[in-house]
């Protein structure tokens, strides 16, 4: 992979502040005209009218895409419809190994999506929300999260990723991401989420309004495009409740003020370190995470206190096979009979005062590569 020393970069964001979108994402009057928008990058420049997409787009090249391709940072692609930004991997973002962390991934993730929204003018506050959903106190919130690594990356390495949004169901949306080596363009990583409507008040899930989908759907791709798009992949797998008695566990974890987001709840990403937290040693020394699926049921604040248990996912064709030992136990993982490498498990996240869901997930370990 391509390598750069570190260096600070100053935020974007700044200098796109210059730019003033005048009614670029209004409730709009009909679906079936295109819609227009009024730009204005500075007091003195004239009005024009635009799609929104163009206007985006105009207004950052004003600012200057000379300054964008100098920091490396991101921005809208060709056809507006998705959004790309590179990164470098940091050295607090490695491992003892040098390699970048799942958590270190996932972060990226939501970065690149809290980016994108703001790069069409959306929310500026983190929550990628419309003037609808503000007006109406809604905010999306995680149901499902599905990332898969095929390579990490390394300390230094340049990485960039690719995402887009389209609609999903009647309460919902769905993000994607592609992540690329840009030394040698091959794909490295994908993800895709599921993200549904809450009502920030009631914390009640909400159906989408034909409001919010016109100020959003503009700028998604115009035929459905996926990150996984093979028939039964395993993003769509279904994960089953982990029941009582469980093989490993890790009790009585407790946020810390840093795993708060900007809404006063824990951030998805912590989730993902929790999860972990009770993989069994023997599977953390010898295998490294390429697959994990998160179903989030429940907020989590900064009082709860949280149980993550973990137990063996049997498939069909599986068989139990010794791993080394947890304790007085012997630790025990699934492997395919033509897969012996490949370790699945299941994993719960509940609350330590009532045992309530928080999350359900599933991961898939594979042996580490020599490096």
Not at 46 to 72: D, I, Y
Not at 217 to 232: G, Q, T, V, W, Y
Not at 275 to 283: A, C, F, G, R, T
């Amino acid at each position: 992979m391509l390598k750069f020393p570190y260096c600070n970069v100053t935020d974007l964001n700044q200098a796109l502040a210059q730019c003033r979108f005048v009614g670029l994402l209004g409730p709009l009057a009909s679906r079936r005209q295109s819609p227009r928008a009024v730009v204005s990058c500075s007091p003195s420049s004239s009005e024009f009218s635009l799609t929104p997409v163009q206007a985006v787009m105009s207004c950052q090249q004003q600012v200057g895409s000379s300054l964008v391709n100098r920091l490396r940072l991101g921005g809208l692609t060709e056809d507006g419809f998705s959004y790309k930004e590179k990164f470098i991997i940091r050295g607090f973002e490695v491992g003892i190994n040098k390699i970048a962390t799942i958590e270190t991934i996932a972060n990226l993730l939501q970065e690149v999506g809290s980016n994108h929204a703001q790069s069409v003018g959306f929310s500026t506050d983190g929550f990628g929300t419309s003037p609808t959903m503000r007006k109406l106190h809604l905010i999306w919130v995680t149901a499902r999260m599905h990332i898969e690594v095929y390579k990490y990356p390394a300390w230094r390495d340049v990485i960039e990723i690719e995402t887009w949004c389209q609609n999903e169901g009647r309460i919902g949306t769905r993000r994607d991401w592609i992540l690329n080596d840009v030394a040698t363009g091959e794909v490295f990583g994908r993800a895709t989420s599921k993200w549904v409507m809450m009502n920030q008040d009631t914390r009640r899930m909400q159906k989408v309004s034909d409001d919010v989908k016109e100020e959003y759907l503009i700028f998604c791709p115009r035929e459905p495009r996926l990150a996984f798009s093979e028939k039964n992949n395993k993003s769509l797998k279904r994960i089953a409740k982990l029941e009582d008695p469980v093989r490993y566990s890790k009790l009585g974890l407790k946020p810390r003020r840093a795993d708060l987001d900007m809404n006063q709840h824990v951030n998805n990403v912590t989730y993902i370190g929790w999860v972990l937290e009770s993989i069994p040693k023997e599977i953390i020394d010898t295998h490294e995470l390429q697959a994990i699926t998160l179903d989030y049921r429940r907020e989590c604040q900064q009082y709860n206190v949280v149980d993550s248990l973990t137990g063996l996912e049997l498939t069909e064709g599986s068989k139990m096979v010794s791993v080394g030992t947890n304790g007085s136990a012997t630790a025990t993982a699934t492997t395919r009979e033509d897969d012996h490498d490949c370790h699945r498990f299941l994993h719960l996240l509940r609350l330590s005062s009532d045992g309530r869901e928080i999350n359900r997930g599933r991961t898939e370990w594979r042996k580490k590569p020599t490096r």
